[in-house]
């Protein structure tokens, strides 16, 4: 079974620059995750798509960070512009479920904002 | 409120000996609690859950961890560490019965398991 697959590995901006990142979830997974973690800390929700309908993005910095599921499959999360705090890793998971099924992680993406 | 305490930010132990990361968990009603491992420049991985049922969860890489639900803990627990298990671990918790359906993660323990 293939896993979740993220894109780029690795992304180096200079601040007020636009980024993109691209994740494809296990077939099958309704629930879609982006998770930014800071180093040092634990993932932190940004936004949870179920299909492709949002179900919570009360963290997501609306002002900046926008995030769609195309189909209810693939997922793009983009910056705009970038800050140098955003520098961080974001993690996209999916899973089958919601409440009691585990998520599936991906490689995650480096993001140094300079 | 919501909220997973993992005590210990780094826990050493030497190869061969047991190990344990803890992990206690406030909720208003009751629990589904994770366990993931997240290796050197990795994605985090998934480890074991309690839903429901036998408090002693077995998991993936010989890991197990124990429900109780009086001490409000869910501690991880391996009977013989190897060099191998040295990595970041996260407990994260979702209330099952509240209005807050959030999974709300700990700040994370790192395990450094000596050869």
């Known amino acids: 079974e293939a896993g979740v697959a993220q894109s780029p590995r690795y992304k180096i901006i200079e601040k007020r620059q636009s980024v993109a990142f691209w994740c494809n979830p296990i077939?099958?997974?309704?629930?879609l995750y982006w998770y930014q973690q800071i180093l040092g800390q634990g993932p932190k929700l940004l936004i949870q798509f179920q299909n492709n309908g949002v179900v919570d993005d009360s963290q997501l910095p609306k002002d900046r960070f926008s995030a769609e599921r195309l189909k209810g499959v693939d997922s793009t999360l983009k910056i705009q512009p970038a800050k140098l705090e955003d520098s961080a890793v974001y993690l996209c998971?999916?899973?089958?479920?919601?409440?009691?099924?585990?998520?599936?992680f991906g490689q995650g993406t480096r993001l140094t904002v300079v | 409120a919501q909220s997973v305490a993992q005590p210990e930010d780094q826990v050493n132990v030497a190869e061969g000996n047991p190990l344990t990361v803890k992990c206690t968990y406030s909720v208003s009603g009751n629990p589904y609690l994770f366990w993931y491992v997240q290796y050197p420049n990795r994605g985090l991985q998934f480890l074991l859950k309690y839903i429901t049922g036998d408090n002693l969860v077995k998991g993936s890489y010989g890991f197990e961890a124990e429900f109780n639900k009086s001490q409000t803990s869910f501690h991880l627990k391996k009977p013989s560490a190897l060099v191998s298990d040295s990595a970041l671990y996260f407990c994260a918790v979702r209330d099952r019965d509240g209005n807050n359906r959030k999974l709300i993660w700990g700040l994370g323990t790192s395990l450094a398991v000596n050869p």
């Open positions: 998971a999916s899973s089958l479920g919601v409440m009691n099924t585990e998520a599936f």
């Open positions: 077939s099958g997974h309704a629930t």
